[in-house]
């Protein structure tokens, strides 16, 4: 019997969005224990919750090597993407102590917009509206440069340019 699994690949970026996702959650118990006496303390633990799921989906999008993971991973990650503006906004306007603003009519745009567009993230095969292709199953790494490339990139930059040599000459 064949077994699917996902090969793993080391991802420099992988535990720095490890650590975002860590300290949203501990933002959001914060902001969670402190949601009865400062304004928009709920907000707060929505936004740092999804800041939270897309740090974490993201960090193992790029760790992972196998394509239909790796979009599977990006669709999911639009769950906190497209969440994080209209809980600024939300966090915002109750911060300021302005929520006469948060009308019901608001609120419907600004649940629907995500949604909508969540909805065209995870049809985006049959329109290609969100994005067209995905070209690698690897992200772009930085990898260093080899020794020659830097010792003639060294060696171009300290050699005298055509007018320093003919300064030189006279």
């Not at 064949?2 to 690949?9: C, E, P």
């Not at 990898?143 to 006279?170: D, F, G, N």
Request: glycine share 4%; net charge positive; with cysteine.
């Amino acid at each position: 019997e064949r077994t699917k699994t996902l090969a793993w690949q080391g991802n420099i970026y992988f535990w720095p969005l490890i650590v975002n996702a860590v300290l949203s959650a501990v933002i959001s118990g914060i902001a969670w224990q402190r949601r009865k006496t400062v304004p928009g303390a709920q907000t707060v633990t929505a936004l740092m919750h999804a800041n939270a799921v897309w740090a974490i989906l993201y960090a193992f999008e790029l760790s992972v090597s196998n394509l239909q993971a790796q979009i599977w991973l990006a669709k999911l990650e639009y769950i906190g993407i497209l969440s994080i503006p209209p809980l600024w906004l939300i966090f915002t306007i109750r911060y300021t102590r302005r929520s006469a603003w948060l009308t019901r009519n608001m609120r419907i745009i600004l649940g629907a917009i995500p949604l909508i567009l969540f909805g065209l993230v995870i049809t985006n095969e049959m329109h290609h509206l969100v994005w067209r292709a995905r070209l690698r199953a690897t992200p772009p790494i930085p990898q260093p440069e080899s020794s020659t490339r830097r010792a003639a990139a060294r060696q171009r930059l300290h050699a005298p340019r055509p007018t320093q040599r003919r300064a030189i000459c006279l």
